[in-house]
């Protein structure tokens, strides 16, 4: 039997060859893509996550009240939040007010100790002592001391306190700042002064 030679079969075979290539490449392309739509997936339901919590995360105003017959508010808080709790000392505020074009006013951290506050805490858990929290724990209420101000410089004397803004007829504005960016503004406006009325 006289072999002959086939130029057809070694095409097949090369096809073969090449079609077994090509589908090593898709399957191992398609490994890589699917691992990099996995990964894409699941870090964008993380940071979906972390914005969804952090924009859950908020102080809410419960109620205000003249503290003192000089220059104190009283106002309730309560901290919300689907994520962690926050350290108190890095929770700050700013009590503000303008009146005749000049704005006043005075900042710090829920830490700071203020003379005129009960034992000089500004911050303390509703039904509780009056000791300053380590941290803002989700659901709870909160008593804050908000001084207008005794002393120099841009807050001096008692502005923004509630005797002064009552006097001039302005409204007071206290803001308080999430570390992570989060913060909530409440208006103050004494329409009664006396101690222990309500500021709307």
Same mark, same amino acid.
């Given at each position: ?9 070694? @095409?097949?075979?090369?096809?073969? /060859? ?22 894409? &997936? ?8 972390? &914005?969804?919590?952090? !924009?859950?995360?908020? /102080? /809410?105003?419960?109620?205000? =009240? /003249? ?17 962690? %709790? ?5 929770? &700050?505020?700013?009590? =503000?007010?303008?009146? %005749?074009? @000049? ?14 506050? $009960?034992?000089?805490?500004?911050? =303390? +858990?509703? #039904?509780?002592?009056?000791?300053? $929290? ?11 001391? &908000?001084? #207008? ?11 923004? #306190? $509630?005797? =002064? ?6 409204? !007071? ?21 006396? @101690?222990? +009325?309500? @500021?709307?």
């Amino acid at each position: 039997m006289e072999e002959e030679y086939d130029g057809l079969a070694q @095409v097949g075979l090369g096809a073969i /060859i090449v079609f077994i290539g090509t589908l090593l490449a898709v399957t191992s392309s398609a490994y890589v893509m699917i691992n990099q739509l996995e990964r894409i &997936a699941q870090s964008t339901e993380k940071t979906v996550h972390v &914005a969804t919590n952090e !924009a859950h995360t908020q /102080i /809410i105003f419960v109620g205000a =009240w /003249i503290d003192d017959d000089y220059d104190d508010y009283l106002l309730m808080i309560e901290y919300q939040s689907l994520g962690k %709790n926050v350290i108190t000392d890095e929770v &700050a505020w700013v009590l =503000w007010c303008e009146y %005749n074009d @000049v704005i006043y006013r005075r900042m710090g951290y829920f830490g700071d100790p203020v003379a005129s506050a $009960p034992d000089g805490v500004t911050l =303390w +858990e509703v #039904g509780e002592d009056t000791d300053l $929290p380590d941290e803002l724990v989700s659901g709870k209420r909160y008593f804050v001391i &908000a001084d #207008g101000g005794t002393g120099t410089g841009n807050g001096a004397g008692t502005s923004c #306190g $509630p005797e =002064w803004i009552y006097d001039r007829g302005v409204t !007071a504005y206290y803001s308080i700042y999430l570390p992570d960016g989060g913060h909530t503004t409440q208006e103050l406006t004494v329409t009664t002064y006396a @101690v222990g +009325e309500s @500021v709307a």
